[in-house]
């Protein structure tokens, strides 16, 4: 089944492209969130830049997880364990960050990703989509598996005068700027927003704290 | 008695399939579980992809943890350690993930994996089989050691045809898609899965922690 | 956008200036903070001297906490995320000191960085300014890249003799000595400071400690 | 003193039998139990196997922990110190794993280990005994040591008929097949079994923790 | 201003000497201290035994911390950070010991180092100065950078004789065998001892904690 | 002073024996108890066989503590460093063991090491001396440093009669085959033992813990 597109949208399961030497290649992502400590778990043989992108992109999460419906303090009570399959083959590069930010988003809410949609991008720590390579070879391994739609970032438009005309008919090229775009483009649905007021939380919980103690001797 | 099926029924331990330049082998994989804190141990010389492949295997294991009846919380509280016996011998690959997601069901349900069945195959975070390599040299060493029944991933099924007719009469081949026809085919019983809501148990310890302060003085 | 100066005044990102065999360019340097527990975390391929310079810088600002705005017991609570794209680019050296503290100052109090200044320099734990190599090529990178002001160490001043006029008179060149010239010529405005007495806070939270046990008894 | 039988029957020290390209050797293993935290600690210039199978030594006597009259919370109560002389003699390999379950179930009980009795073999989770290399050289090390009983692995019983008869004539050599016949031979007396039932130990503490906020209040 | 005397007391910045294959130099050593948890960082690119060095001095300034004012529960209430710039020369050796325990000793203190003074030594966890290498060089870098008086070990004494006259007679060279003759040449005044009774102290906070629970009880 | 005996008796303070391509040596061993949390720091360019000689040192010291007067619980309030200089010489091998041992129980007691003895001979965890090589020129050194008294373990004692005579009168050399003699001979007074009851202490400790919410309720 690998090198094909995913059979059915699914939570926390994302399409990147893989670019090598002997050409693209459909990359399977897979985050999981668990009961646990706020523990970030990679494996897959992974270089130390695609751990990198996936510190990048988990932080960059955290960043925005009320957008999300999550509550901050929800991190250290849930674990996540990102991996990319298949796990004898060596993976690097940054260029699967918008992936990876796609991939915990959507294990975060539950809101499951399309099914034939692919992407490719380094993610920033403001979420903005940095320029990527072998934008020809992944583009290839997208139509080849059946994907119907391939995001890429903005500043690799340029390229698509030298990708040949049948890939561009094959696909729906998006150029995205920044994560906002991926997410609408590739969740089945908009996840939706909480309040969460960092200094009213605190006080809120520090006054908790105190009264632990307190109120009880009040009350004689 | 190694490189012949196991003598009985046993709790955790799970024959799996290895293939090396010198042909294939049988790999008794064996968990055990104690009282603990949730650590994980490997041991048995294993190479990074393979306890990439125990790690995956274990996350995928604590994501069904309900359906194989186990609380969640309850990870915490015990530890489990996977051992490869032969101690000295170099293991790797991830073509033993199956085998590692059956010997961790197993240990932590208590129900005996089948003496005379062997499997091998790679799993993903949701629980897929993945195609695995030496399906032939794994077949041969299944039957000189007295296995009955192998379970192959549904991928590598196309490569039976390769396979000689002795090996296919001597051995039943059973190709799986998912974890979930693995456990049926290789314990002795069905787990039966526990209610679990997560959002009710978090509300319910909360109420609990709070409750350990204030309901005394109420009471005044 | 890489090599250009960005296109807003952010929180937390910091235009450097990078020095290699193949010319200067523009270093985008982020900082995240979220809620957490005083972790620090850096990434985008760091060598080892430029992670010691993000400690330095980090140890410094928490040296001059009060004077930010921020009480020092506050570090426990958050996580900081430096992070330098591109991911896949090495990069090294103690130069971008001057920037890391800049941007960390910003995440910190939410105060934006102007978008039109880049600086270099290293930086001690006193918050001085060291010199640094390359200035030549920094400057034409800042040039380049669409940068107005540029912060140079006092010590490389002497170095402007040898920049051509071109490039001096396409930029403000502003020779510092310190960081706190780097924050009154980055930061859109200036930070407040807060009253901190770490004596009679000390005190302070003794007492509240030593309280919960104890007033409740008094007041029988 | 090396390379010849204990003098005296101690807790905690068991015989193993090295093999190196220069010939047998008597292995001396020390084990320790301290009061503490849970921790295990090996010394000794152990290799990697070799630490691995103290590792697995450690994993089944924790999981016979009631058997040898052991409460398995006791465990996260002591330290374990597992060394091996001469510390500058590197020593590797998995065959000294029912040696360092011996020594482990020794201290831990505080029952003495039989000073003329040497064993190799290596140690699987269940306590199974696995063959060992090196047989003949073993043997022939344990004779000129002094030593007058050796336990080996039931699976090297067929390279006896290798071993020169003046070996077999001054050693009793007993093949054992797993750790509780180990214990049998080797140990000055039985361990005795201490009851354990672990659901019920466990709601015990739950219910211990629970009441210390709220059976007071009951009782107004 | 590197390779310059400093042009103010300051606290926690000494002056060291180094010495390399291309001359001796003036090594800017500065500490903060933090509010923290007890942890220890250095930074500035420094090789293992320079490192050791640190340990040794934070080690010994703990050992006497009474002597100087502090009271040793206050260490786990404070984050130390030694800095070396500039970061990316590497630094290695022992001989900065006296400096690193003077840098410590005044950060602890608040008390300030004296600018035109400069040191070299090894120190031993009593205290002591250890003789060093290249005294001719770092005299000859501290002549150049403006010093006025340099500490040498006791043991170098000897080497003075092959010292040019006029370096001599350019710098007020005092040679000690022991941190407490630094520490009075070095500091602009003497740290105030406090008396500390480990014992007592213990033991009051043995009652505290006990009582933290009874009191209440015995008021009623 | 190096490579001389002590000056005065010294509390931590151990001669111990180098042996080099280039000949013997006295090895100054220097340890320091500190208020802490039961850590242990070794400083001085040590070797990992070195390291784990102290690591055996002390945990044999643990296993006697009441019989050096010290209750095994204090070993988790104190941190102890054991620094080796001269910080820049490498130094490794087992042989060091006998005089750690008797640093930290000299560190442990307060009871000062007599400064013309010196010592060498590995340990094992039971307090047994083991042989070491270098008998010779350990001696030379010895005498050449002013030693009155060497000991030596009683392994050793054959190699005597390759010692010239004239070493053989200057110094009193001791066989040894235990610690306890060792610090018999070492230290300037014996060591007195303290009462420990370890399952008495747990009950006691225990019983505590549970008052601590109890009494108040049953006083009401
Ligand atoms: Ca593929
Ligand atoms: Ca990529
Ligand atoms: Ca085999
Ligand atoms: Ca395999
Ligand atoms: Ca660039
Ligand atoms: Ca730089
Ligand atoms: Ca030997
Ligand atoms: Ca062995
Ligand atoms: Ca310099
Ligand atoms: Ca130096
Ligand atoms: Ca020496
Ligand atoms: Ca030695």
Redesign the interface.
């Known amino acids: ?2 090198g094909l597109a995913e059979e059915a949208d ?1 939570v ?2 994302v399409t990147g492209l893989a670019w090598t030497s002997v050409g693209g290649d459909l990359l ?1 992502i ?3 969130r ?2 646990g400590k706020g523990r970030m ?1 990679t ?3 992974l270089g ?2 695609m751990k ?2 996936i ?2 992109a988990s ?2 999460v ?2 925005i997880a009320p957008e999300i419906g999550v509550k ?2 929800q ?1 250290e ?1 849930w674990d996540i ?1 990102v ?1 990319v ?4 083959t060596p993976k690097d ?2 260029s699967a ?1 918008l992936a990876m930010v796609t991939s915990i988003v959507s294990v975060l809410t539950g809101i499951p990703v399309k099914k034939d949609i692919a992407m490719t991008g ?1 993610v ?3 979420g ?1 989509a ?2 990527i390579g072998g934008l020809k070879e992944k583009l290839l391994a997208a139509l080849r598996g059946g994907i119907k739609t391939v995001l890429i970032p903005q ?1 690799n438009e340029k390229d698509l005068r030298e990708i040949p005309d049948n890939v561009k008919e094959g696909l729906t090229i998006i150029p995205v700027s920044h994560v906002s775009e991926v997410l609408e483009h590739a969740l089945v649905r908009k996840p939706e927003a909480v309040e969460w007021d ?1 200094v009213a939380e ?1 006080a809120a919980a520090q006054a ?1 704290a105190k ?10």
Chains 1, 2, 3, 4, 5, 6 share one sequence.
């Open positions: 089944r690998f699914q926390g399961v399977s897979e985050a999981l668990l009961p778990k494996t897959g043989k130390d830049v990198e992108s510190d990048a932080s960059y955290r960043s901050p303090p991190f009570k364990h991996h399959p298949e796990g004898a590069g940054p960050g380094e920033t720590l403001r903005n940095l320029a500043e960092e605190e908790l009264g632990a103690g307190g109120p009880g001797a009040a009350a004689h």
